[in-house]
């Protein structure tokens, strides 16, 4: 059976395209053309996704030396670094105004250039001196036992400061340390490592600008990467295909107006995807395994690859073979002869790559969606040659180095042997707890000190009524941060708060690295100045360490160098060895023995290893018989909110759901109807309804506000939230 064509037809909105150049323009007006020109050209690394541009090839160029580099998302972080610092006179108003402002209202109050401190009585922030905020903190340390800490970090922060970060906490006595990839790409790592030995990226940039087979699962990249569907649009003009794999059509995946690209512009957008499908939210796994029952039954299989590289395929196939064509189909709602095209379409390409994104990983089977995404790569060798691999679709611009360096719980034996011999200390060996297993200990009372190293924390969570009180429940938190969010307003109405206001990435005062989601490792110079009273997260966090373990081994104080930080990875840390002359050399790198274009794996028989993964149950009930979605708007970056709109879907609120047109219909909700949206966990009043292109039964609504009906069920491998498949039933809201 022949693939139906994508329609060749206008669409309605074509993602990227002129507004987005308006909306630049209007940006750089607003923020100023020097302050633009400064900090977008600046050798910084970019401060949006885990694609990465920028660093000593330049502000807008990318490790290719492509150049322009830059999209909306850049755009977007530096417009909100640029902005003057929030007058002190507003910190008179309560925590119950500011709760009041939306997230956008809230990032757009201005920068932040006062340490702030709010009692447990009280319920207002008032500025403090830097000697009052430092002293509050380490005493607050001091008088809690590490057991009843945690610290946290989000993917912005630099691989110096969060290395210092990690190793503060472990001398301090815990392993409760993570970073924001628990609540996003944790099943990706733990998936990959089951496979292949290893949790990151396969491929380079460069290989990606030489495949001819680009698959995009479970990602909305003209969103939440753009520069990436630029790659997509190379790929798609070199002859190659673009396959994308999302329950719902996003319209920049369909049709992208590349703003660096005349062509593109002027032709009304390019055609991005070559096969375009929309299984059920949360059916993926049910369309992975039918891709590969018709990749078995078609022979179109590696038998040379598979039986000299991998190990576990019988028990594979024969679990691939157990399942009916009639069951898979009838799961993620596709016909049987669409998905033998697919695997037909994929059969024909000679160096395939497969990216993804959190549609894959938010799910109680996260970690098995990610399996599978691997065992289609393995049935025909695309692991382990060039230009052909697996890559993950990172959000925060260092999301994947915080993780390099050891912001997590979990330390492998041989680098905590490695820390312990060079700073010739001891750390403790007991597990440290996930980021929602620290939430958990802190509502039932079990943490009293917390130092949470950028974010949103709050909006970040699950449940959000629930994590509100978890957040309440922890004596003392700690927040370093640029600008203020919801969760540095709600959440500590009876407790203690600290905010210490940090410098940008283009304004430290030494120059700190980042890695890319292709393991690319970047030299950001920092040395631009805005403000007069913030402080570097290095500068705060070894004067934390000397002033609470005074006796420590460790010289806190030599440790403020950047060069001495970087010094120590690359003694400690596998891969990094690069990072110990790049303050002078100015040698940007990739992580040594991550990127696959030898099937040599780094499991212990160094063969791959195919993985058998069930297929889970229907969620859906009579009482809850729509499966909801939360997203991301055009407009925002994580839990950031940039703009109220969506351009790209065609909403004017966030405070809405988007559905299938049929389902509109067979319920009588028309284009201005207001509904109710009810999950087991909780309910989102008067929201507006939307129609859009997804499958009958499918709902999408907007991440953070979504929160509220998700639960903290979470995938038990990876310990990652069920963020995008959350059963739920709508109706109309009572007049």
Not at 43 to 69: I, R, V, W, Y
Not at 403 to 424: M, R, S
């Amino acid at each position: 059976m022949s693939t139906p064509p994508i329609p060749a037809e206008p669409v309605t909105i074509v993602g990227g395209g002129p507004k987005k150049v308006l909306y630049t323009l209007k940006t750089v007006a607003r923020i100023g053309l020097l302050n633009s020109a400064k900090a977008l050209n600046s050798k910084n690394t970019c401060k949006a996704c885990g694609l990465g541009m920028g660093g000593q090839h330049g502000g807008m160029t990318n490790e290719k030396d492509e150049f322009p580099s830059v999209c909306n998302k850049s755009i977007q972080a530096q417009s909100t670094d640029i902005q003057p610092p929030i007058p002190t006179d507003l910190f008179a108003h309560t925590l119950e105004d500011f709760q009041q402002l939306s997230a956008y209202e809230l990032e757009h109050l201005g920068r932040l250039n006062n340490p702030l401190f709010k009692s447990a009585d009280s319920n207002k922030y008032a500025p403090v001196s830097w000697e009052f905020a430092l002293d509050k903190m380490t005493r607050a340390f001091a008088r809690t036992s590490a057991g009843r800490s945690f610290f946290y970090s989000s993917g912005r922060s630099s691989n110096e400061a969060g290395f210092v970060l990690q190793l503060l906490a472990r001398l301090y006595g815990t392993n409760n340390i993570n970073n924001c990839s628990y609540y996003c790409h944790q099943a990706t790592g733990v998936g990959l490592y089951n496979v292949i030995g290893s949790g990151t990226a396969t491929v380079s940039l460069e290989d990606v600008g030489e495949c001819d087979c680009i698959f995009v699962i479970g990602a909305n990249p003209a969103s939440n990467h753009p520069r990436f569907v630029h790659q997509l649009k190379n790929c798609r003009e070199r002859g190659g295909q673009v396959i994308v794999i999302n329950p719902a059509r996003e319209p920049g995946l369909v049709r992208f107006a590349v703003p660096k690209s005349a062509k593109s512009m002027l032709s009304g957008g390019t055609w991005i995807a070559s096969e375009y499908v929309q299984p059920n939210i949360g059916s993926d796994l049910a369309l992975l395994k039918a891709i590969a029952k018709a990749l078995l039954e078609s022979a179109h299989i590696d038998t040379g690859f598979i039986a000299q590289h991998t190990q576990g395929f019988d028990a594979f196939a024969a679990d691939i073979h157990a399942h009916s064509w009639d069951y898979l189909c009838h799961t993620c709602d596709l016909d049987e002869g669409r998905i033998r095209a697919l695997a037909d379409a994929y059969s024909r390409a000679d160096k395939a790559i497969f990216a993804w994104g959190m549609g894959i990983t938010h799910h109680l089977h996260g970690v098995e969606n990610v399996e599978a995404i691997a065992n289609l790569a393995l049935l025909r060798g695309m692991i382990g040659k060039p230009a052909a691999g697996l890559l993950p679709l990172r959000g925060h611009s260092n999301v994947q180095g915080i993780g390099t360096v050891g912001v997590k719980p979990i330390l492998a034996e041989d680098v905590l042997h490695a820390l312990e011999q060079h700073f010739h200390i001891q750390l403790p060996r007991s597990e440290g707890m996930d980021t929602l297993a620290c939430l958990e200990a802190a509502h039932a009372g079990k943490i009293d000190t917390a130092l949470i190293m950028g974010g949103n924390l709050l909006s970040a969570t699950p449940d959000t009524t629930w994590a509100r009180e978890a957040l309440d429940r922890i004596g003392c938190k700690i927040y370093l941060t640029t600008t203020l969010n919801h969760g540095h307003v709600s959440g500590m109405e009876t407790s203690e708060a600290l905010i210490l206001p940090v410098t940008a990435r283009d304004e430290e005062w030494q120059s700190t690295t980042q890695e890319s989601m292709f393991n690319y490792v970047r030299l950001s110079d920092g040395g631009i100045t805005r403000l007069g009273n913030v402080k570097p997260e290095v500068e705060i966090l070894c004067e934390l360490g000397k002033r609470l373990l005074p006796d420590a081994p460790l010289d806190f104080q030599a440790l403020k160098r950047h060069d001495s930080i970087r010094a120590a990875i690359a003694a400690t840390v596998p891969g990094m060895e690069a990072l110990k002359e790049i303050g002078s050399s100015k040698q940007e790198f990739t992580v040594a023995n991550r990127l696959l274009d030898q099937p040599l794996f780094h499991t212990p028989s160094h063969k791959a290893q195919f993985r058998v993964t069930p297929l889970p149950e229907d969620k859906t009930s009579t009482e809850f018989p729509f499966l909801l979605a939360s997203i991301r708007s055009e407009g925002q970056f994580n839990s950031i909110i940039y703009e109220e709109t969506d351009s790209y879907r065609g909403t004017d609120t966030r405070w809405s759901v988007l559905m299938n047109r049929a389902d509109m219909d067979r319920l009588g909700m028309g284009g201005d109807s207001l509904v109710d949206v009810e999950s087991a966990q909780g309910k989102m009043e008067a929201v507006r309804v939307f129609a859009f292109d997804v499958p009958p039964g499918n709902l999408l609504a907007y991440y953070p506000e979504a929160n509220v009906l998700i639960s903290r069920t979470h995938d038990p491998r990876s310990k990652t939230p069920a963020f995008k498949s959350v059963a739920v039933r709508i109706y109309p809201t009572p007049s």
